[in-house]
């Protein structure tokens, strides 16, 4: 169910909807320009033959960190199963470039953006009708277990090749339409509740990026700071006027309704629907992910200087 191949998704995409959730282009996909690519990242469903050498994006809606999260939606990829795509794609690319060394020096090279956890939160923690983690684990532990188990992701990363790595944090999560409109907020601007669960996790994962920089040799791992960056700025107005609801109209579930017109001054909105960003939002978080606004946008070095490494 978790699935955004529909319009008004796509809206502002080159080619329409996608499997994008937004109007337009992605965090990843702005980034992916900034750093010189030309044409967008292919998904694994069909990427093919040397295109793969580019780069391949193995994303799934309602994915998370823990195999269970998002069940309720349907089917999807956890981000093991997303790493036994990567694998695959791997041994193509060894296939291609004929020999393992010319492999190991491409993957070396190549910038892996990973940005998971959001759906442990929004599809799992706080959704106790479905799932008993917040009755098995209290915050703190549940960040603890989390991070336990996304450091042994990371590390299988790392044995395929992967040497550069940008951890993307979670954002304000507790700051969403759905959030608002389904946990209640009272009298705060979001639920703090979630807010400083994604927190304590943000700040273990932050953490992580030391430990495996200085126990793996040749890492060069980062954390990009979303959470900071939702925060406004101070002597700077506001980038959007409408912050508490989607931009498109809404099924049940907070997700846009099949092929009904979206808002019309998409710009001047923070959500597309009642979950995710819209392109202009997404467009100020890449470009501070590539080229940090503030130092605490990014974590040792942004992105620009992660691609020099």
Sequence with gaps: MAKANYEPYGIDFPGGPTG?????RTTVDIIAELLGFETYIPPFATATG??????VNYASGSAGIRNETGIHLGIRFSLDRQLHHHRV????IAKILEFNHGATEHLSKCIYSVGMG????INNYFMPNFYPTSRIYTQEEYATVLIQQYSAQIKTLYSYGARKIALFGLGLIGCTPHAISVHGTNGSACVDEMNNAVALFNGELKSLVDKLNADLPDANLIYVNTFGMGMPLESIP???????VGC?????????MISQPPCRNRFTYAFYDSFHPTEAANKITAHR???????SDTYPIDISHLAQR
């Design 50 to 55: 040397l295109e793969i050498l580019k780069g």
């Design 289 to 295: 992910s590539y080229s940090a606004f503030l130092p």
């Design 89 to 92: 794609t791997v041994s193509r």
């Design 248 to 256: 498109c109209k809404l099924r049940e579930d907070g997700q846009c």
């Design 238 to 244: 506001p980038p959007f006027t409408v912050l508490n």
């Design 20 to 24: 994008r959730f937004t109007n337009g």
């Design 118 to 121: 959001s759906n442990d939160y």
